[in-house]
């Protein structure tokens, strides 16, 4: 009887053994499940309010060799870097990148928020600044190219949460964009604000205003919208013209890379700075625009 009930006691010890080990795995498998930042990419818990955050500021940063091995290989993919990236555009999916790599390092060792206005791009020589078009919805925002990616043949840059979310794409996951870099000189140029004597007593005015006076070679427009056929730019433009006493037009853009053509939405030329500027704060709190100003120092045509 003694063994027997000896056996007994080590059965019963060992089942709840068994039962303990059990639930610690069940537990941990769900801790590990709730996880997604180590697991999978998402955008945060909480909703966030992107209109407070503020868009990149283009401004003269060197060009190191941080985030700049050239070639590099990634899943026995090998990429070359573009020699500079003045003059870079392109039209191709865009993509976003969220909770998985936030605080983690960049390419060129910065950490990574998806909460600032960043992008990653597979060979521009980084840091550069670049304004993103969704074509979809013709907004744009600016952003700082500060890491390598994405590495999907289909797409040619991805973009944090915040300024895919200011896009309008990030519950989609990707939308067809226009990337375009910018140069920071002229981007500093065009934006000085105007002589305190030059502007109206009590007007109060928003965003960069141009010190610079125009000549002959220097025209202002405000772009509007960009747009793959003519058919839905010429739409957008009849939408325009019943708004504004200035030229509105449809101007042509050849892709340098690419067999494909834009049409880009522009007004103007508008020759008073305080105008340009003036015309392009209404049309924002009017909606659905999104217009930024371009200049053309051609001395013709359209920018």
């Known amino acids: 009887m003694p063994n027997l009930k000896s056996i007994l006691l080590l059965s019963l010890a060992l089942l709840l053994i068994a039962c303990t080990s059990t639930d610690s795995k069940e537990a941990s498998s769900q801790r590990a499940g709730s996880l997604p930042s180590v697991i999978r990419d998402g955008p945060p818990p909480d909703d966030v309010d992107v209109s407070t955050i503020a868009d990149a500021v283009p401004r003269i940063d060197p060009v190191t060799a ?13 990429y070359r870097l573009l020699p500079v990236s003045a003059g870079y555009r392109e039209v191709g999916m865009a993509s976003w990148y969220g909770t998985k790599f936030h605080g983690n390092p960049t390419s060129n060792g910065e950490t990574y928020s998806m909460y600032g206005m960043t992008a990653a791009h597979k060979t521009l020589p980084i840091p550069a600044y670049a304004r993103v078009t969704n074509l979809a919805n013709n907004r744009s925002v600016i952003v700082r190219i500060n890491d390598r990616g994405p590495f999907h043949s289909d797409r040619i840059i991805d973009l944090s949460y915040a300024a895919a979310k200011k896009l309008g794409y990030a519950a989609h996951g990707t939308a067809r964009v226009e990337v375009t870099v910018i140069d920071p000189v002229a981007f500093q140029q065009n934006s000085v604000a105007l002589p ?31 747009y793959t056929t003519y058919t839905a730019a010429k739409q957008h433009r009849q939408q325009v013209s019943g708004i504004t006493a200035y030229p509105v037009a449809v101007h042509e853009a050849v892709h340098p890379t690419e067999n494909s053509a834009l049409f880009k939405v522009v007004i103007g030329p508008i020759t008073n700075r305080i105008k340009l500027f003036q015309l392009r704060d209404q049309l924002i709190q009017q909606g659905p625009f999104s217009p930024f100003v371009v200049y053309n120092t051609s001395g013709t045509g359209l920018p």
């Open 66 to 78: 941080a985030g700049n091995k050239n070639p590099y290989s990634i899943n026995g993919k090998t």
């Open 196 to 226: 305190r004597e030059s502007v109206a007593a009590g007007s109060t005015l928003k965003g960069p205003y141009q010190q610079t006076t125009d000549t002959a070679s220097t025209k202002a427009f405000l772009q509007v919208g960009a």
